[in-house]
């Protein structure tokens, strides 16, 4: 069990932590010298049943409330300290605050140097701390009088914990590991050490983790938990791991990164959550306040965009959107701490409800009514909640970003629920049913339409058929939804063209011969055909008259237009469609590199980022960062070997 400190300075935490524990958590020199804890100290008590009391001992001065908190966050049990002498001070109140903001439930509260007071000096601040408990998740915590210099109550402080220890089962380790980073350095002989709670998950001696948000890699060489070595660490404990690889730099990492399973790498700067201000506050909140933001043991400024009204009031809670001053590593539910812009005081905190939020459009109704479906209890909830209010479906891979699950915990809850999914494992999506039957009608809708207005076409390319929905739905199942139509015969492909079976349309006569010549040349040419002034010469024609010709081609789907200057034959853009499936497949993280295209397909460089700007604009590939992931399939956008359906 993890056991936190928190109250005013000088009230005895750390005295009250080593007569605990035996142990003297001020480690600093300037600590030592100043009599005064600045930073995070820890202690750790063996228990014989096989468990450990974990001490995180805080300072208590409210210049140094940012370590208070990273040390805070991700703990079990509150130990909360008040001198009798002083009773309630106001970092004691600031530190409760913080502890019911952070979802704290379970503590206790230790009345210091009560050999220094009568009894009823005693009962007095009993009674005003009760006060200050009222309320909040610590209201029911049990009060010890006790004397960290004589010894007097310690014995049964220690006794409660270690029965809190006992009744507070360990939760089984859910979703991809965190850990929050909020110490790092380098020993002699090991090298870079970084230690911090562990939020989520687990992690084992040889995994390869990322440092986030830089996103640096590094290899886990050994493992202390608990300052005792060990082969993993899980959900609930502190851990301390020693790490090798190109990211292990410790001018690179600082705190408040995360430790992190590859799969938990979500870095952001907007922040859509829910906050209540403190009722003590003065004045309402505004919108557009500048802040101090703290979410495991990060620190960074921020701006509080509200967007329920333009104020908050004391004691009342809204949605909000927080933007950081730079890019943090951030999850669905995570709490947060938000203190002034001159980090004096805490003024608000809460619980982080989309860690992606929109630029634009943040506190439209629709945008409004999906954060009251995202603030479910449980990502089974909010999944159930989100699926009506998202008629062009769900990004099923973002939502597993978002909420940390893993990819066991996903494939169960994908499931069991009740949706249609298209994609792979890397873009999935998913459409509630009701709106996947709309999907199917309105693909059928736009060909008809398409064929009134533009007869003497064969049909649109799906990009051009998916533009005209105004709820435009995710690729992946606009292609799984064509397909099926396909297959049911409701809808004919020609190469990357799509119409009903009823629609006709043919090149012209003189077209249809200067056709005839052009297509040996495409063909000749293979995966890398002639541009259009290479074909001119060759036929003895003018360059506008192939393009012409081309265009006319393409809109019956005999050709693919993919450059301005550059005509594919159906066949050729499928078969490099299928390089990049290809290429993703082999790859551990659904990924590839123009590069490994460009060398695969042989077509060139030039031709290689022409190409894949093309399959970025058709919705077959999708950018991520250098490199790109498939979103469609190429036998839904290009067809089976460019042969009609």
């Known amino acids: 069990m993890i056991i936190a400190t928190a109250g005013h300075v000088d009230h005895g935490k750390t005295k009250l932590v080593e007569a605990l524990s035996g142990i003297d958590t001020d480690r600093l020199p300037e600590e030592k010298q100043r009599g005064l804890t600045i930073d995070l100290g820890f202690a750790y008590v063996p228990q014989p049943g096989g468990g450990v009391l974990g001490f995180v001992d805080v300072p208590g001065h409210e210049k140094f409330i940012r370590n208070m908190v990273a040390g805070v966050t991700a703990i079990d049990f509150a130990l909360v300290v008040v001198a009798a002498d002083d009773g309630p001070m106001p970092q004691t109140r600031e530190h409760l605050a913080i502890l019911d903001l952070l979802g704290v439930r379970h503590g206790a509260v230790a009345i210091t140097k009560a050999d220094a007071v009568g009894g009823a000096r005693i009962k007095e601040v009993e009674i005003a701390v009760r006060e200050l408990l009222h309320g909040s998740g610590l209201a029911a915590a049990q009060m010890f009088a006790l004397s960290a210099q004589t010894g007097a109550g310690v014995a049964a402080l220690k006794a409660h914990l270690e029965q809190a220890a006992a009744d507070l089962s360990a939760m089984p380790p859910s979703g991809n590991f965190r850990l929050a980073i909020d110490r790092v350095f380098s020993l002699t002989g090991a090298g870079l050490v970084v230690t911090g709670s562990v939020h989520s998950g687990q992690a084992a001696l040889g995994d390869r983790l990322l440092l ?298 003189v077209d249809h011969d200067l056709w005839r010549r052009i297509e040996p040349l495409m063909q000749a040419g293979e995966l890398r055909p002639p541009v259009l002034w290479e074909i001119a010469p060759v036929l003895k024609i003018e360059v506008e008259k192939v393009e012409r010709v081309l265009k006319r081609a393409a809109a019956l789907g005999l050709a693919v237009q993919v450059t301005k200057n550059r005509f594919f034959l159906p066949a050729a853009v499928n078969r490099l469609a299928e390089i990049a499936e290809e290429l993703a497949g082999e790859s551990e993280d659904g990924l590839f590199l123009a590069a490994a295209y460009r060398d695969r397909s042989g077509i060139g460089r030039n031709l290689t980022i022409e190409l894949l700007e093309y399959f970025d604009r058709t919705g077959l590939t999708q950018r991520h960062g250098p490199a790109r992931r498939i979103l469609g399939s190429a036998a839904a956008l290009f067809g089976r070997f460019g042969k009609k359906d």
């Not at 890699?217 to 899980?234: F, P």
């Not at 960074?300 to 890019?327: N, T």
């Not at 207005?453 to 739905?473: C, I, M």
Request: proline share 6%; hydrophobic share 45%.
């Open 212 to 509: 986030s948000p830089s996103g640096a890699e590094v290899r886990v060489r050994t493992i202390h938990v608990h300052d005792q070595k060990a082969e993993h660490a899980r959900q609930g404990v502190r851990a301390a791991f020693n790490l090798a690889g190109p990211g292990a730099r410790k001018s690179a990492i600082r705190r408040g990164d995360w430790l992190v399973h590859p799969d938990a790498h979500a870095t952001s700067r907007r922040i859509d959550a829910r906050i209540r201000v403190l009722p003590g506050e003065v004045k309402a909140l505004k919108h557009e306040t500048n802040a101090h933001l703290h979410l495991g043991a990060l620190e960074a400024p921020c701006r509080i965009a509200i967007l329920e009204g333009r104020e908050i009031a004391p004691g009342e809670s809204a949605l909000v959107q927080i933007i950081s001053e730079r890019p943090i590593t951030v999850h669905a539910r995570d709490r947060l701490i938000l203190r002034d812009q001159s980090a004096r005081r805490t003024v608000a905190g809460g619980q982080v409800i989309d860690p992606f939020g929109p630029e634009r459009g943040r506190a439209r109704e629709t945008r409004l009514a999906i954060l009251q479906a995202m603030s479910g209890a449980t990502p089974a909830a909010v999944l159930a909640a989100l699926l009506p209010l998202s008629p062009g479906g769900l990004d099923l891979a973002r939502f597993q970003l978002a909420t940390n699950l893993s990819t066991a915990e996903s494939a169960t809850l994908f499931a069991e629920a009740d949706m249609v999914m298209a994609g792979n494992a890397t873009s999935l999506a998913g459409m509630a049913p009701d709106h996947w039957e709309r999907l199917r009608a309105g693909i059928v809708a736009g060909l008809a339409e398409w064929h009134e207005t533009n007869p003497e076409t064969l049909g649109p390319n799906e990009f051009e058929l998916r533009r005209g929905f105004a709820e435009r739905p995710l690729s992946q199942l606009f292609n799984a939804a064509i397909l099926e139509l396909i297959e049911r015969g409701d809808v004919r492909r020609a190469g990357t063209i799509l119409h009903l079976p009823a629609h006709k349309a043919e090149l012209a006569a």
